[in-house]
């Protein structure tokens, strides 16, 4: 039996990765244009699922490095940020520790993401 990700979460992941052109300067481009942007990157996305080398045991992990990375967080700043202990998270972002609902709460909050991504469902 596998480890899967709540298709809620996926999608969410998939759309945010897919973009869109922002509201506050669509009205501002002409239609066709905009319809065209969409298109070309929507054509040049790779699924994230797709792009990680990772099994699916690993992906809280590789998340949270990856969220980390993203905010331009070290590990002892995203300590201090959450107040979990710079250790725990290095375990977590390696998988030798699971990351549970309290912690994911806690991270998602500092790195500005779902706490979803950070659990396997």
Avoid: C, Y
Wanted: net charge negative.
């Amino acid at each position: 039996m596998g480890v899967s990700i709540d298709a809620s979460v996926a999608d969410s992941i998939d759309a945010s990765v897919a973009g869109s052109i922002d509201a506050s300067i669509a009205g501002s481009i002409d239609a066709s244009v905009a319809d065209s942007i969409d298109a070309s990157i929507a054509a040049s996305t790779v699924p994230w699922r797709e792009a990680l080398n990772v099994s699916q045991q690993e992906l809280p992990g590789a998340f949270l490095a990856g969220a980390r990375f993203r905010e331009g967080m070290t590990q002892e700043q995203l300590a201090a940020a959450t107040g979990i202990p710079r250790r725990h998270i290095s375990e977590m972002e390696n998988n030798k520790r699971p990351i549970g609902k309290k912690n994911a709460r806690k991270l998602a909050e500092a790195l500005h993401v779902d706490p979803r991504v950070f659990l396997l469902v």
